[in-house]
């Protein structure tokens, strides 16, 4: 081709007529449709016993609701609760959920757990994104440390939300959302149940999250991500793993509230309510805390305030199981434990609550 020729040709290539435009629109609209549904991934694929959700990805409602789905499809007991749950200071490998089914040689437990996730998140969270969580066994862990005392001045949070864009859906808004809130969720409630919202779902059902999974995956193909059904569980958020010190220098002095009027335990309540709404059979495990770095008089509240959350929760006839007080060195803080922390309370778990725990499945 000459020299005069190629922006000629150019410009031809280019100068579509209507008609031309027109199947060049259908057939992006077709490719648009039909990609969501090119199974890149298995729809119902097996989900590892040892998977949790990506610490990177903690703020992916979307996943975590397909997590829970698939979970709740698969096993008959699912944990609950925030990075105690999750693990924060251990491996995939060595959580509470990893240990009980170790000991009862079954794959049983799964760790839903989800990274700070208090009372106020959690009741969010399991209302708006984890629908499928209902007439299953359910471990509800309750971390103490969200009622902890630590300055005479310290109040909850006007907004405890704040920080999680997207917890709660912009339909969920009520009338005392910001008017930003309210004209969102306006519009949400505009386009719920067209054919558009539906398109937009399948994309995000289909999308995958390429950069963050190879931030955390630099060596590994992204043909692995491909074909998973969902993003590969990891190791890669490393805390400090060391067991506590011990020292008196260590040790914290804080308070604790008064039960019934703390917006954590209130909303701890909702998240009982909503489990038990959904035929689910709940198990409470309190704690676990440290207590071997509580002072003297911070200890002796804690026995208190425990004695006090086990009658609430049995008052509503569910099995309350207060951790017991772990080695110390098997603590890497005030409530995360290590590895072998989480194999001693799954032993002592098992030892209480092996009725509860072992018992047959109820009817899916």
Known sequence: MSATQGPEQERIAINLSLREWLVVLLLVTALAAVMPRIPFRPRTPE?????????????????YRRFTNLSAAQYPTILVGDSVVWGQ?????????????????????????????????????LEHHAPAIQKK??????????????????????????????????LAVGANGTIQQRLEAAVARLFHGLPLERWEDQLAEARMDFLAWSLDHPYESPLKAISSGLPPSEDSYTV??????????AKLDARWPDLEKHGQWQAFERVIELLQARQNRVLVLLGPMNEHMMSAPMRDGYVALKRRIQEKVEARNILCFAAPTLQSNRYTDICH????????LARELLRSQSTWLLGSPQSR
């Open 47 to 63: 989900v590892d016993r040892d998977y949790r959700m990506p610490y990177a990805l903690s703020s992916r409602y979307d996943l």
């Open 89 to 125: 200071t251990s491996h995939r490998d060595e959580t509470l959920a990893h240990h009980l089914n170790e000991l009862t040689k079954q794959r049983r437990y799964i760790n839903a757990g989800l990274d700070g996730m208090h009372p106020i998140a959690l009741a969010q969270l």
């Open 137 to 170: 066994d359910v471990i509800l862990q309750f971390n103490p440390l969200w009622l902890m005392v630590t300055s005479p001045d310290q109040k909850l949070p006007e907004n405890p939300l704040l920080n999680r864009p997207g917890l709660v859906p912009r």
């Open 240 to 249: 400090r793993m060391l067991p506590w010190s011990g020292t008196e220098k």
């Open 337 to 344: 434990p290590l590895g072998a922390g989480y194999e001693e």
